[in-house]
């Protein structure tokens, strides 16, 4: 379930929202929102994240990323190194979402 202006939106369920140049919309929710459909008629940046993402050790860090439209995914990518005092069971790599279209 989400919130969207003071409105709640269960899985499944849908909402338009027109926004205007500059303008920013936050959508916070307790659950997971994998698979959410994001469509716009105009070029727009999304992002995603954590506020207290846990990679499996102890330590719990707010991540962020950008979402990058389907149109741009590959099959192969390039991942850097981890410092070894940061890395945590070796290299993390997560794909979800792969339905999901922007």
Request: aromatic share 8%; with cysteine.
């Amino acid at each position: 379930m989400v919130m969207v202006l003071g409105l709640r939106y269960f899985a499944g369920e849908t909402f338009n929202l027109t926004m205007n140049a500059f303008e920013v919309m936050s959508v916070r929710s307790v659950g997971d929102l994998t698979g959410t459909d994001i469509t716009a008629t105009d070029k727009i940046a999304c992002f995603s994240g954590n506020v207290r993402a846990s990679n499996g050790g102890r330590s719990r860090d707010h991540l962020a990323s950008q979402l990058m439209p389907v149109s741009t995914w590959e099959t192969e990518f390039a991942i850097a190194p981890a410092p070894s005092s940061l890395r945590v069971n070796g290299r993390i790599v997560r794909k979800s979402a792969i339905f999901s279209r922007f």
